[in-house]
Nanobody, 126 residues
Framework: QVELVESGGGLVQAGGSLRLSCVAT????????VGWFRQAPGRERELVAA??????TTYYDRDAKGRFTISKDKNTVYLQSTSLKPEDTAVYYC?????????????????????WGQGTQVTVSS
């Protein structure tokens, strides 16, 4: 079992920055990849970025790269965002997969992840 707790969300003006944190506890040694997803109202949950636990390999959504940076320090995974836009407004979730996949494309699907945090709301005002 892996437990995840997100923090760092809030209200920010367009153009601003936020850093989200995800603290992982429990059987973290089983973690393969940690992903940050987001879900806006009426939309499907989508990956923003992911990072491999063992070696820091990163995966980014094409639209997120350049404005979002994922990083890891011990048992905490961060998602740094800059130049935020109102369309970045969403609930941001941290997720872990303990499964290994032969292709990195699997880490873009929420179905590949087996542990989830409760989410943190990010609201970007115009």
């Amino acid at each position: 079992q892996v437990e995840l707790v997100e923090s760092g969300g809030g209200l920010v003006q367009a153009g601003g920055s936020l850093r989200l944190s995800c603290v992982a506890t429990g059987r973290t040694q089983a973690t393969n990849v940690v992903g940050w997803f987001r879900q806006a109202p009426g939309r499907e949950r989508e990956l923003v970025a992911a990072i491999r636990w063992s070696d820091g390999t990163t995966y980014y959504d094409r639209d997120a790269k350049g404005r979002f940076t994922i990083s890891k320090d011990k048992n905490t995974v961060y998602l740094q965002s800059t130049s935020l836009k109102p369309e970045d407004t969403a609930v941001y979730y941290c997720a872990v997969t303990t499964r290994a996949y032969w292709s990195g494309e699997y880490y873009f699907s929420e179905l590949s992840y087996n542990y989830w945090g409760q989410g943190t709301q990010v609201t970007v005002s115009s």
